[in-house]
């Protein structure tokens, strides 16, 4: 997913019809809506899932509970800012 056009998805209301729940869930984060993102990749267990989980948890401030699901995913980093971990989320992720 390009950085421009996950940007430009946010102008609508809804995500976009056919993404995967760990891009719509960075979708409603980017919207405001922690726990709508939060509930989409609770109980997925896909790599992509556990790392924006692990996004979500740190933007919670509950960095304990992040870094067990950075672990699941196998990605032992984060980036400087959530922007930027978000952008690199995004854009690891297809639709």
């Known amino acids: 997913m390009k950085r421009m056009d996950f940007s430009k998805s946010l102008e609508q ?3 976009p ?3 995967s729940a760990p891009l719509a869930a960075l979708w409603w984060d980017a919207k405001g809506d922690w726990a709508r993102a939060h509930a989409l990749v609770d109980e ?6 556990m790392a924006v989980h692990a996004y ?3 933007k919670e401030g ?3 509970n992040a870094d067990y699901w ?3 995913a196998g990605r032992g980093f ?3 800012t959530l922007e930027e971990e978000r952008e690199a989320l995004v854009e690891g992720i297809d639709s």
């Open 17 to 19: 019809d056919g993404w």
């Open 70 to 72: 950075y672990a699941r």
């Open 13 to 15: 209301d809804l995500p």
């Open 78 to 80: 984060r980036r400087a």
């Open 56 to 58: 979500l948890h740190r």
């Open 62 to 64: 509950v960095t304990w």
């Open 44 to 49: 997925l267990e896909t790599p992509d899932a």
